[in-house]
């Protein structure tokens, strides 16, 4: 069945540090990919997402590249500031029914 | 915009009693609502599917007559867990999405505790 692994945290980081959350899938088929964000008290958004294999998503100064090759969607941002800090779930839809399956997120926190 | 709430944000209650659980869509009509649980260190897990007049679609594993969902209206959906249990400790993600984005908007969650 369709899955998706993502590296245990929690992650802590420097401010202005890289980051980068570690996802990977398993799928039979072409699922869109996507990372949420999860603030203190507030409920999941959708960070960034990507529908096909070589998309990039990006927002926030956040990316994240589809590779089929590797089954792989990793979050990456260049210089984390202290409002990153937060749970990121990586997910996939694999039927575009918006049927998603999640990964068991990664808590992230930046100190200044 | 898009901003869905939860009702309450923590509860806690004896074995055997029901609790009921709210999610409303609050600047937008949700044709379509979601009910997700998350144990600790575990992934969200797509308890079911409701449409907003029609019953929910439950996923495998998951007992409707347990979890009753009602989704009586567009901007409500309500999770009641009947007869809880201590296994019933969880915290409980609703998500809404409206008839033309194919986007899901999260609440904050609930977390139930059953002692």
């Known amino acids: 069945g369709d899955s998706v692994t993502q590296m245990e945290g929690p992650v802590t980081l420097s401010e202005e540090a890289f980051l980068t959350i570690n996802c990977t899938y398993t799928a039979t088929g072409y699922p869109s990919l996507f990372w949420y964000v999860q603030y203190p008290g507030e409920g999941l958004q959708l960070l960034l997402k990507a529908t096909k294999a070589d998309d990039k998503g990006s927002n926030k100064g956040f990316e994240a590249t589809y590779r089929k090759e590797t089954t792989s969607f990793h979050l990456e941002k260049g210089s984390v500031q202290v409002s990153d800090s937060a749970v990121y779930f990586c997910?996939?839809?694999?039927?575009?029914?918006?049927?998603?399956?999640f990964g068991t997120g990664t808590r992230l926190t930046v100190i200044p | 915009g898009a901003v869905v709430s939860q009702h309450p944000s923590w509860v806690i209650c004896k074995s055997g009693t029901s609790v009921k659980i709210e999610c409303r869509s609050l600047d937008f009509q949700a044709t379509t609502m979601f009910w997700y649980r998350q144990f600790p260190k575990q992934s969200l897990m797509l308890m079911a599917t409701?449409?907003?007049?029609?019953?929910?679609?439950?996923e495998q594993g998951v007992e409707k007559d347990k979890f009753l969902i009602n989704h009586a209206s567009l901007t409500l959906s309500t999770l009641t867990v009947t007869s809880a249990h201590p296994e019933d400790s969880s915290f409980y993600i609703c998500?809404?999405?409206?008839?033309?984005?194919?986007?899901?908007?999260f609440g904050p969650g609930t977390r139930l505790t059953v002692l």
């Open positions: 409701s449409n907003e007049g029609s019953k929910a679609t439950y």
């Open positions: 998500s809404a999405q409206d008839g033309t984005h194919n986007e899901q908007f």
């Open positions: 997910a996939l839809d694999q039927t575009g029914a918006n049927n998603l399956f």
